[in-house]
């Protein structure tokens, strides 16, 4: 875009106005990525390179103001892009949600003028629930900039009261720390000065999460039909059941099996009632290593076992956690993967997985598992669902057996005796935790397990720690039975403890 020889314009454009493409970086070529990472010194969605585009193309002074999806407000991924905003003076900041059908990510507007920040009041309109009558506020856009990884959030009176207990503290133990527990690798890097980082801590004192726990995003089979099965005494059970000879049959309609041990008349129901659970297994193993991994649909489970076959964790050797179990012994072990119901607090995974020595082998090796879990399975800890509802109100964190975990369930555990497991699933599960994640860390529905090492932790003192234990002990025992009637008044006193302990 030569905008000179276009237009005849030299020293830039008044205004540069537009709604630029939402494509992300999946869908870039890799000829186009290469152009990009040439022109902009970097590769993201491309609403990001149409920002630094238009800034390009004004005239000092000249203005931009562009629709764009609202995730670059909080996303690790667009700290460039706040930045630059953050760099400029801005117009206005207008919170748009989602006003089109079509979308499926809520929006905002932003203008800025093309000179450096003036340290003036903007305007930030929320028109999150009525788009043509938004609610205004004044702010002075340097509360961003002293904010944890400079993020854009909206400033009510009740974001704002936050952000001045915590947004100076937080974004200086996030300057001095991030770089250091980004990852299970740099934790495990830094573990020295972590370590005694976390035995300086004393009650009243805050730390981001990250520096309190180890973990890790967990195991990704690539092929659960063939490790994972369901325990018989679970209500999943059920569900194999009914599915199994829908599936089977689907399958030998779709692929055209011919296999001497189907029933000619095709009463999969019947078949499959007559064979044990090991000939199932069998068969379904072997018609997907002869027709397809994904031939009774990706991810399928078909396998189920009773829970007198599931090894005793306790009594494992570091080398069968780390290498698997002798199949002459109990090999299968408590699998979690996560729990789509949105479960809170405690729930039993339904699941086990075939931990034998050959498994494991094989997983630690084929890049598709993505086996990273050498450092932190078989711990207890707490795991949330990654996947926020859009109109939901909370987190949902919940204890995690010692297991192992599934992608789908991103774990950490504990590793300081002062801010037990137990205490981290209360405040994960709170309301002022969820508001400062949601406004402060990831205003986007995917939860990653950076997003919640973020998250500002107040190491309590023990009668706090005696309190919040009597209530998780409480609910737990309520979840067991399935009491979750009885649950939100338990809740709302936690909540209480919670915003007193934070001063909100």
Known sequence: FDMEWMFG??????????????????????????????????????????????????KEGGVISYITPKTFWTTQ???????????????????????????????????????????????????????????????????????????????????????????????????????????????TKNEKELEEYRNSLKAGDIALLGCLTE???????????????????????????????KKLAEAVSKKNIKDERLPQNGNYVEFLNNLSEKEIAMLFDELKEKYGRDIFGQGYIYKLIDDSEIADVDTLTQDEKENGIDTSKKYYVPYDKGDKDGNRWYLETPFAIAWSKENVGFLKTDPKARYQGYLFYFRE????????????????????QKS????????????????????????????????????????TVNIQINDIRQLPIIIPNQAVLEKIKLLFDEIVELKKQNYNDKINDIEMKINNIVNTLYGI
């Not at 205004?136 to 001045?164: C, M, R, W």
């Not at 949330?384 to 995690?400: E, M, V």
Request: charged residues 25%.
């Open 215 to 245: 973990g890790g995003q967990g195991l990704a089979t690539a092929n659960n039909g063939k490790y994972i099965a369901v325990r018989k005494s679970t209500k999943w059970v059920d569900n194999i059941l009914k599915s199994r000879p």
């Open 77 to 187: 991924t667009k700290r460039n892009l706040r930045d630059l905003i953050l760099s400029k003076q801005i117009n206005y900041i207008f919170d748009t949600a989602n006003p089109f059908e079509s979308a499926m990510v809520d929006t905002c507007i932003t203008s800025f003028l093309k000179m450096e920040n003036q340290n003036k009041e903007i305007r930030f309109l929320d028109g999150s629930k009525d788009l043509k009558n938004p609610i205004g506020y004044e702010i002075n856009q340097q509360i961003f900039i002293d904010t944890q990884n400079s993020v854009i959030f909206k400033p009510t009176a009740y974001n704002l009261k936050i952000h001045s207990i915590y947004g100076k503290k937080v974004k200086e133990l996030y300057e001095k720390w991030w770089d250091k527990i980004s990852t299970s690798k740099n934790i």
């Open 404 to 443: 192992v975990n599934d992608v789908g369930s991103m774990s950490l555990s504990s590793i300081i005796d002062k801010v037990p497991n137990y205490y981290l699933i209360t405040l994960l599960n709170s309301n002022i935790l969820f508001d400062y994640y949601r406004e402060f860390i990831n205003v």
């Open 9 to 58: 314009v030299e020293d830039g454009f008044d205004i540069v106005i537009g709604n630029p493409p939402y494509i992300s970086t999946k869908g870039i070529s890799l000829d186009s990525k290469k152009v990009l990472e040439e022109q902009f010194g970097f590769v993201d969605d491309t609403y990001n390179h149409f920002f630094f585009k238009g800034s390009e193309l004004l």
């Open 381 to 400: 800890g707490f795991c949330w669902t990654n996947i926020l509802n859009p109109n939901a109100r909370l987190l949902k964190a919940k204890l995690k």
